[in-house]
């Protein structure tokens, strides 16, 4: 369990055909946080930042989560299927076993900007077969009060809940924005390993000042959470997970238990039996 706080500054990376993002967990500071394995957030209003997109490559033995704040982000995979992010849309997938999939901007002008998280997936499921989840923003339920509002995207808020649900890390992950001055307060589970990221404003954690492009930690033993924000409106993420507390062995888009298994990987996707298994797809 986490029992100390930290503030990790994102660490700009180039990733895909030459976008850049924020990232904070997947670095050296922060290499993994288990279950999570990388954040990144892409923000850019510029067309030469993004419109190469990430042409096709592949995954295994984990779950990628992307959440579109502003934009729209057309999916491909190896196995013909395909989808379409739009502004406050989210796909989870399951890689698992292996897919071979690209994301790729459907504009050519205009703000891009939204998350990709990977969640590890257990020993017993890093081989199951591959699934989609994709839902538009209409799908997700928002909470409303005069201080805040908390778009419930993962898991459950109070009675609210969303419709995509993590049976196996139990992630929750919310979009909250806090009006200026106003103060947020969440319970986060102790069991869990828990995190904000702030991308809009700043202002306070549990007393620490935070800004943009930061992703704090969470102390198992700082409850209730009390988030503060400043002169201007606060936007930042809430995500919590259930550790998994297996070895991890990651090379690049491959995340395993051991060296043997990453060895095995590269040799299927080297040889074109990556992809054993077609995906499931659950739309709204």
Same mark, same amino acid.
Do not use: C
């Given at each position: 369990? &986490?029992?100390?706080?930290?503030?990790?500054?994102?660490?700009?990376?180039?990733?895909?055909?030459?976008?850049?993002?924020?990232?904070?967990?997947?670095?050296?500071?922060?290499?993994?946080?288990?279950?999570?394995?990388?954040?990144? +957030?892409?923000?850019?209003?510029?067309?030469?930042?993004?419109?190469?997109?990430?042409?096709?490559?592949?995954?295994?033995?984990? &779950?990628?989560?992307?959440?579109?704040?502003?934009? !729209?982000?057309? +999916?491909?995979?190896?196995?013909?299927?395909?989808?379409?992010?739009?502004?406050?849309?989210?796909?989870?997938?399951?890689?698992?076993?292996?897919?071979?999939?690209?994301?790729?901007?459907?504009?050519?002008?205009?703000?891009?900007?939204?998350?990709?998280?990977?969640?590890?997936?257990?020993?017993?499921?890093?081989?199951?077969?591959?699934?989609?989840?994709?839902?538009?923003?209409?799908?997700?339920?928002?909470?409303?009060?005069?201080?805040?509002?908390?778009?419930?995207?993962?898991?459950?808020?109070?009675?609210?809940?969303?419709?995509?649900? !993590?049976?196996?890390?139990?992630?929750?992950?919310?979009?909250?924005?806090?009006?200026?001055?106003?103060?947020?307060?969440?319970?986060?589970?102790?069991? +869990?390993?828990?995190?904000?990221?702030?991308?809009?404003?700043?202002?306070?954690?549990?007393?620490?000042?935070?800004?943009?492009?930061?992703?704090?930690?969470?102390?198992?033993?700082?409850?209730?959470?009390?988030?503060?924000?400043?002169?201007?409106?606060?936007?930042?993420?809430?995500?919590?997970?259930?550790?998994?507390?297996?070895?991890?062995?990651?090379?690049?888009?491959?995340?395993?238990?051991?060296?043997?298994?990453?060895?095995?990987?590269?040799? !299927?996707?080297?040889?074109?039996?990556?992809?054993?298994?077609?995906?499931?797809?659950?739309?709204?």
């Amino acid at each position: 369990m &986490n029992s100390q706080s930290r503030i990790i500054p994102s660490t700009a990376v180039t990733e895909g055909a030459g976008v850049t993002v924020h990232r904070t967990i997947g670095t050296p500071t922060l290499r993994n946080y288990d279950p999570f394995m990388l954040l990144d +957030h892409f923000s850019s209003d510029d067309p030469n930042d993004y419109i190469a997109g990430f042409p096709s490559h592949p995954h295994r033995g984990f &779950n990628t989560f992307t959440y579109m704040i502003d934009g !729209d982000m057309e +999916h491909k995979d190896s196995m013909g299927n395909t989808g379409n992010l739009g502004p406050g849309g989210a796909q989870w997938m399951k890689a698992a076993s292996g897919i071979i999939h690209s994301e790729m901007p459907r504009q050519e002008n205009g703000l891009m900007r939204g998350f990709q998280l990977w969640i590890n997936l257990p020993a017993d499921n890093k081989m199951d077969s591959p699934e989609y989840q994709e839902y538009q923003s209409s799908a997700f339920p928002v909470v409303k009060t005069s201080d805040y509002s908390v778009k419930v995207v993962i898991g459950r808020f109070g009675e609210t809940v969303s419709p995509i649900d !993590d049976k196996i890390t139990q992630v929750s992950y919310f979009d909250v924005q806090l009006e200026s001055g106003k103060q947020f307060k969440q319970s986060l589970p102790s069991t +869990h390993n828990s995190f904000l990221y702030i991308f809009e404003g700043s202002g306070q954690v549990n007393g620490q000042t935070v800004s943009k492009h930061s992703l704090i930690t969470l102390s198992n033993d700082q409850q209730p959470l009390v988030i503060t924000a400043g002169k201007q409106r606060l936007r930042f993420l809430v995500v919590s997970g259930k550790p998994i507390n297996e070895t991890i062995v990651q090379y690049g888009p491959f995340v395993m238990n051991t060296r043997q298994q990453i060895d095995e990987a590269m040799r !299927d996707f080297q040889s074109n039996h990556f992809v054993r298994d077609r995906a499931w797809i659950n739309r709204q």
